[in-house]
């Protein structure tokens, strides 16, 4: 998350639960919801332990035929 940014506000309902630096946040995290936001929080691992992506196509079509202009005569 430091990545991302500088500071962090933690939101639960749209009421702010906690307001303060990355590092604040992070180490010293006070509030129960936000221990447990923490707590379900797993990064994906980096470098040579990171797994190669998946692809995964986006679309798959089988028996579709396209075209343009009056249907063909049979």
């Given at each position: 998350?430091?990545?991302?940014?500088?500071?962090?506000?933690?939101?639960?309902?749209?009421?702010?639960?906690?307001?303060?630096?990355?590092?604040?946040?992070?180490?010293?995290?006070?509030?129960?919801?936000?221990?447990?936001?923490?707590?379900a929080?797993?990064?994906?691992?980096?470098?040579?332990?990171?797994?190669?992506?998946?692809?995964?196509?986006?679309?798959?079509?089988?028996?579709?035929?396209?075209?343009?202009?009056?249907?063909?005569?049979?």
């Amino acid at each position: 998350m430091t990545l991302i940014g500088d500071r962090i506000i933690v939101l639960k309902g749209g009421e702010v639960q906690k307001e303060g630096t990355a590092a604040q946040i992070l180490t010293r995290a006070a509030h129960p919801y936000t221990q447990s936001l923490l707590a379900a929080f797993h990064p994906a691992p980096r470098g040579a332990d990171a797994a190669p992506p998946t692809r995964v196509p986006a679309l798959e079509v089988d028996g579709v035929t396209a075209g343009y202009g009056p249907p063909a005569a049979r």
